[in-house]
């Protein structure tokens, strides 16, 4: 669940939050605040309105969950689709991390990974994951320099991460899902 709400674009997790704000106001001043105030709320006349606005309360939840909780086809555009012939993903490694563009859900296709080395010494990139068995991997890429790496990503959960000894233990892994 924190991935999905994470892929979100700013946006969408304000007008969902907006709208869950709403909604949970709505149902705390109805249980706690209301009879409160008049015991024998919503009363005998106000039974069927109070059902009406617990019906357009719900009805709105449900309507902002569709709408906001999804990217909109304009972004998804923007977003590498696998399937073009080589899709390139820039990578940056540097002490001690690996760094991705924020990337959705990629598809399954052919991938052509650009990693830069900005670190002070010498990093790799290797690719594990369902059709990843470790074998694809980098040259050692001295500071500064670049190195590319072509594979084929099926559907699944990657994890890529510089295998020069000690490294990858201090941070230098990330994950990337495809599918």
């Known amino acids: 669940m924190l991935h999905l709400v994470a892929g979100l674009s700013t946006g969408h997790k304000i007008g969902l939050g907006v709208v869950a704000i709403v909604f949970v106001a709505f149902a705390l001043s109805a249980s706690f605040l209301a009879p409160r105030r008049w015991p024998d709320f919503p009363g005998r ?35 590498p689709q696998g399937s073009a012939a080589h ?57 500064g320099k670049d190195a590319t790496l072509e594979v084929a990503l099926a559907a699944g959960s990657y994890t890529l991460y510089c295998s020069v000894p000690g490294h990858r233990g201090l941070g230098m892994e990330t994950t990337l899902s495809v599918g």
């Open 87 to 143: 899709v390139a993903i820039n990578v940056t490694e540097s002490e001690w991390k690996v760094q991705l563009p924020k990337l959705s859900t990629l598809s399954e296709g052919s991938y052509t990974f650009k990693v830069h080395n900005a670190g002070k010494v010498p990093h790799d990139l290797v690719i594990t994951g369902p059709s990843a068995s470790g074998q694809d991997r980098t040259k050692l890429i001295p500071p």
């Open 45 to 79: 006349n106000g039974l069927s309105p109070f059902i009406l606005a617990c019906l357009v309360v719900f009805a709105g939840m449900l309507a902002a969950v569709y709408f906001f909780g999804k990217e909109s086809e304009a972004e998804a555009k923007g977003a």
